[in-house]
């Protein structure tokens, strides 16, 4: 087991009508608030009206239009600029971890007098940021409940995943109901988004019995409650229970004295939607099982057994290479049966650019230490598998 | 799904070395340190004099025999006149959960004016705590992650299970390495208080998929781990595991959005080390399989099924009543198995006052309300067949 310094501050108020705190929450930090969002979703659920009314005694600047696959210019640095400008207190996120995420690298931004692309990119270490409080309208990313985002620049083609450790929200408003209007496309999408986060931290070296019951019970809630969500989109406890879920993903408690894994499906599906700015979770969901198949060998056998077993409750009594393909065949399968499209010619990613994008991975996402060490080839392969 | 508001601030230190911090995180109080302790065992294993070498630019003053279920006069008492005297700044315990409930109650009691009995009988809500630091000692009571402490008032044979938010720890040290020499007698206790306070959280209403499969992990995790702690006391990596679980007993995480479960084995077993200072986990070992045997009817039966198969694996094809009481059976064995006495009357207690405790626990404890609701009569049968 491996040492670690681990916290995670954020408060969250959870259920329906949490949002009723809101005022007291934000009262604790002044008077002018950034509220950053996205398109209209907000607006059409009547969350929009909501935080308007119940903060009517506050000053509160805007910043919408931030998208998914949040990207630093225009979003982070007008959002940066807004809080030079007009001294702003605290940011509040209204939307799904994109806005969040977006809203994260404001907060640091905000603090730091250089450009903000320093901190992104680790170049200068954060000495502070705004506080940040936000509403969560998807269940996905679990960037509610951890300190990192991901930005991404596109004349560059980056899509950076930024962690520190001033940018845990403060508090996390979680409503499964403002959850019930999101589609199906963006369900399926958080329920393997938060599905390959636990995969990412099962898959490594060191894990203990604990850690992987916990992951093994992350992904079987996923898959139950995100076919409930799927099949009836006002089912409050199973959208309850998958938006606790999504929580966990990403902030370290799934994999707690793990060693590193190297998060490799993240690695390579940043690059897919840098250059072509396709779903995430739909990326993750393409790119697991043809990572899966790429890296099972006698080393990882095992991990495959324990996964086929425990979260498919495949027969333990069959051969161990036929568990860990059906496991891998039952990942496929499920990504599918949620309606996810599995081939990147489906979601507009042609072969045109994958030796480009295997590079750019190799060279920037430090794959050869994951737990199954990937060097370009194989990162190509896997991308190759994927068309 | 029920509401819920929830935050764990601690910071966790995890492994070996995880000491060597220890200045850094004490400079952010100040320079006056009530270092709170029990017996001589953190002088036996090194930890006091490591302790004294670390802190020597801080002025520290002790606090030390604090006992197993902490007592209010004199330790409680003594430890906020201490703080008050010196104007300390930060409470270090040093120790298992004990000494560390005992000093979460003298940071409350040192930032109040009136008798701190107020506090922890709830007549009065803490304003304010002193911060506290821990190095924790003993894997059991998960105190060191939790905003708790149990105190007991021997001349009213109270023992209060007091939380406040304000008690969370700052920081807690945890290194398996000093778990290293603690007896099978204690590490067996350790063992049981973690399993009931998963047992506790499991046995509810409203749970999810999520939440029971967190706490079957927490189960087998450590039964594994606390048989292989027994065999081989020095094991780092069961020693390390069981250390971790440990930490989630009691800090909301493995039941969040559970209705109340009311906590009845605790309620009962509390009155028991009251009246009679017993080992806390002893207790609760004693008090689980009998009130599992109370409580199993027609309602409790699917959560007895799901139990048996998913902790201790029994076959799933088996008459349900069957499977029921088979793990109400593992369960007993478990506990017997690693070396606990499973009879009251082992721990010297006899039929004379049991009367007198049933009553206290049935006006104290509200167990009423506990997910299987137990009045006067039925703790007092579970007492009896506890015999």
Redesign the interface.
Known sequence: ??????????????????IA?LPQVMSTFGKRILLTYGGGSIKKIGLYQQVQDLLKDFEIIELSGIQPNPKYNPSVLDGVRLCKEHKIDVILSVGGGSVLDCSKAIAAGACYNGDPWDLISYKVKAQAALPIVDIITLAATGSEYDCGGVISRTETNDKIGYMDRHLFPHTSFLD?TYTFSVSKKQTAAGIADAMNHTIEQYFAEDT???N???C???L??LM??GRKCLDNPED??AR??MM??CTYGCNG?LS??NSESGWPCHGIEHALSAYYDITHGEGLAIITPRWMTHILDEHTLPRFVKYGINVFGIDASLDEWTIARKAIDETYKFFESIGIPMHLREVGIDDSRLDEMAHHIAVNEGLENAYAPLSEKDIKDILVNSL
């Open positions: 087991m491996q040492n670690f310094d681990y916290q995670t501050p954020t408060r969250l108020i959870f259920g329906k009508g949490a705190k499964p203990t019995l604990l992987d019951g916990f093994e019970s992350m079987r809630s139950v409650n409050y406890t309850a229970e606790l879920a408690i707690l004295g």
